[in-house]
């Protein structure tokens, strides 16, 4: 199974700030990755797919880059609304796996 | 809007069975992969299971800690995605997500849409 690790796990940081959520793969795995959202008693909300394509509607501040096996989430600014817990999703190989989560919490 | 709507959860003995239910609507059902995936309490997400479409023979893909006890299916006339599961353990108490496959081609199959989740709970 393909293993993706996230880094760091849990991360404190105030609106406005630029936040970096890294991704690694086991194997490479191309540019298949998705990024997830999670809030606390929410279903995940899709962000990115394709590395860095960002999903309808998903504001602007939200960007993901790399391929091969080193993956970013960056948020640029971030807002009140971000406060979640963030997954990346390798669509490589089955089964597909989940990193084991970001929580982005308040300063 | 697209809308998926999961049932069946529930408290069940260990060796037990239970089978979850989602109702699917806004979309055109049967042209998507659905997939399975679970979240044990403050623990994060895991993949369950896969159903393709009738073009590709709803052939289904699993992971390894389901394989052999849990049966994903679905029912297109009904829009509706099922996941059988038997011989629970207490290690599959979780909130299971029924989930859009946006995209059958290789490598571009996230999940765009989720349900709100069921709870299930293995215990004595």
């Known amino acids: 199974d393909i293993e993706l690790t996230q880094s760091p796990s849990f991360l404190s940081a105030s609106v406005g700030d630029r936040v970096t959520i890294t991704c690694r793969a086991s194997?490479?795995?191309?540019?298949?990755l998705a990024w997830y959202q999670q809030k606390p008693g929410k279903a995940p909300k899709l962000l990115i797919y394709?590395?860095?394509t960002l999903q309808n509607g998903v504001p602007s501040r939200f960007s993901g880059s790399g391929s091969g096996t080193q993956f970013t989430l960056t948020i640029s600014s971030l807002q009140p609304e971000d406060f979640a817990t963030y997954y990346c999703?390798?669509?490589?190989?089955?089964?597909?796996?989940f990193g084991q989560g970001t929580t982005v919490e308040i300063k | 809007e697209v809308q998926l709507v999961e049932s069946g959860g529930g408290l069940v003995q260990p060796g037990g069975s239970l089978r979850l239910s989602c109702a699917a609507s806004?979309?055109?059902?049967?042209?998507?992969?659905m997939d399975w995936v679970r979240q044990a309490p403050g623990k994060g997400l895991e993949w369950v299971g896969r159903?393709?479409?009738?073009?590709?023979?709803?052939?289904?893909e699993y992971a390894a800690s389901v394989k052999g006890r849990f049966t994903v299916s679905r029912e297109d006339s009904k829009n509706s995605l099922y996941l059988q599961m038997n011989s629970l353990r207490t290690e599959d108490t979780a909130v299971y997500y029924c989930?859009?496959?946006?995209?059958?081609?290789?490598?571009?199959?996230?999940?765009?849409?989720w349900g709100q989740g069921t709870l299930v709970t293995v215990s004595s």
């Open positions: 989930a859009r496959v946006g995209s059958s081609t290789y490598g571009r199959d996230h999940l765009d849409y």
């Open positions: 194997q490479g795995i191309s540019s298949y």
């Open positions: 159903t393709r479409d009738k073009p590709n023979s709803y052939t289904t």
């Open positions: 999703q390798q669509l490589h190989s089955y089964p597909r796996t």
């Open positions: 806004g979309f055109t059902f049967s042209d998507h992969y």
């Open positions: 394709a590395a860095s």
